[in-house]
């Protein structure tokens, strides 16, 4: 099956916000991705959306009354006191109470539940919505550049149909909040491959991997700086086939974080464009249901390459595409190549030099063998 029914959330105010001067986390590039899939043509190959945005009510979830009501009256000129002089909520430098924080939240959760919502309905094959993935939201707490969950909230209500979600988190750092949501439970397989050692957030061994009925349904993937698309491949693919095997899930959430590719601001992995990308075209060959959403990334002409590429990777088309930029809104910011391209660089890939990658990909593999089925 090579043509897909591919939906597209997308809300035009999204790249208006910002997290404060010198934030590191840019809802821009969301736009700057948008006008160049524009410029692109894709746009009338796949139903374009405009996510309703998620209410209070529908946040809740997961999230508790208490957070949603805070976080839905909070201003940058309440912080201090809502907070009760910054105790509670987890809002500070990584999480500012930036003007329309909540608006921003409900378009992005919003996009990632009618994404849900367009799977389940049987009307896409493949669902994106590149404001979503912010993955370290807790039930009663802001973390990590993420406010509200909307991965979990875009889960919950795949599981109102579906009988299993497989999870898979590509994003640089690791995706607690989604494991930690469903850390019980064998309806949802989470896998995250992620940096770890003395990198945020700190969590994710191999160690943990779920507990009671959940037990070995998390599946951690910890490694090292200067991961190449080789390397890379080499844990993805055998780790992600076998889940398919054991775990049949009846659909997938690939969250796309940028901030795995060479030359991110805050990551510290090699891969390229083409390799993050190879992680849409394995799961696409599948043929399940997938929503594909965004994350990290902090290089931001980088993340709107990778994430333009990848919507072509959805509509099956990325072998037509000209890898010289087409003119766009923001092209004067692609030089000096103005390519869709992200090259890798000369960084050491520690994973290979001790071993630590075929020790990784075994322990995983060990760990999906005690899966009956
Ligand atoms: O490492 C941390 C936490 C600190 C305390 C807060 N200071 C600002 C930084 C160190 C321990 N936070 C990480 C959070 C990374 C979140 C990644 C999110 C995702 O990609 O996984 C999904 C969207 C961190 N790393 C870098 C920064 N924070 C950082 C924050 C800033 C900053 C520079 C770096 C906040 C404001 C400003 N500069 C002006
Ligand atoms: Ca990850
Ligand atoms: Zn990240």
């Not at 988190?169 to 992620?194: K, L, P």
């Not at 060479?262 to 060959?285: E, P, Y």
């Not at 990290?296 to 990778?306: D, I």
């Not at 030089?335 to 990784?360: H, I």
Request: hydrophobic share 35%; net charge negative; with cysteine.
């Amino acid at each position: 099956m090579s043509k897909k029914r591919v939906a597209y959330y997308y809300d035009g105010d999204v790249g208006a916000f910002t997290y404060g001067l010198g934030h590191p986390m840019k809802p821009h590039r969301i736009r700057m991705a948008h006008d160049l899939i524009a410029s692109y043509d894709m746009l009338d190959k796949m139903h374009v959306l405009r996510p309703k945005r998620a209410t209070p009510e529908t946040m809740t979830s997961f999230h508790t009354d208490e957070y949603i009501h805070f976080l839905s009256r909070v201003t940058p000129e309440t912080a201090e006191e809502l907070t009760f002089h910054g105790t509670r909520f987890l809002m500070g430098e990584d999480n500012p109470a930036f003007e329309g924080v909540f608006e921003f939240c409900s378009i992005s959760a919003g996009g990632s539940i009618a994404a849900a919502q367009r799977l389940t309905s049987g009307a896409a094959d493949i669902a994106i919505n590149w404001a979503g993935g912010l993955h370290h939201a807790k039930k009663r707490e802001a973390s990590g550049f993420c406010y509200i969950n909307d991965i979990v909230l875009g889960i919950l209500e795949l599981l109102r149909t579906y009988p299993r979600v497989l999870y898979i988190d590509i994003d640089c750092h690791h995706g607690d909040g989604v494991e930690e949501a469903f850390y019980t439970t064998d309806r949802v397989m989470t896998c995250s491959f992620h940096k770890f050692g003395e990198y945020f957030p700190g969590t994710g061994t191999q160690e943990d991997r779920g507990r009671e009925e959940g037990r070995n349904y998390t599946v951690n993937v910890p490694l090292k700086d200067g991961i190449t698309d080789e390397s890379f491949r080499n844990v993805f693919e055998p780790i992600v086939s076998r889940i398919l095997e054991v775990y049949r899930p009846s659909a997938v959430v690939l969250q796309c974080g940028a901030d795995s590719l060479a030359g991110d601001k805050l990551g510290c992995f090699n891969i390229t464009m083409q390799g993050h990308a190879h992680c849409v075209q394995f799961l696409r060959a599948t043929n399940i249901p997938l929503i594909l959403l965004g994350g990290g990334g902090y290089t931001t002409k980088n993340v709107a390459r990778t994430w333009t590429y990848e919507t072509a990777c959805a509509l099956g088309i990325e072998d037509d595409i000209d890898l010289n930029l087409p003119w766009n809104e923001y092209f004067e910011w692609f030089g000096p190549r103005y390519r869709l391209e992200v090259p890798e660089n000369n960084m050491e890939d520690l994973n290979v030099r001790d071993g630590s990658l075929d020790k990784v990909r075994r322990t995983a593999l060990q760990q999906l063998a005690q899966i009956g089925g």
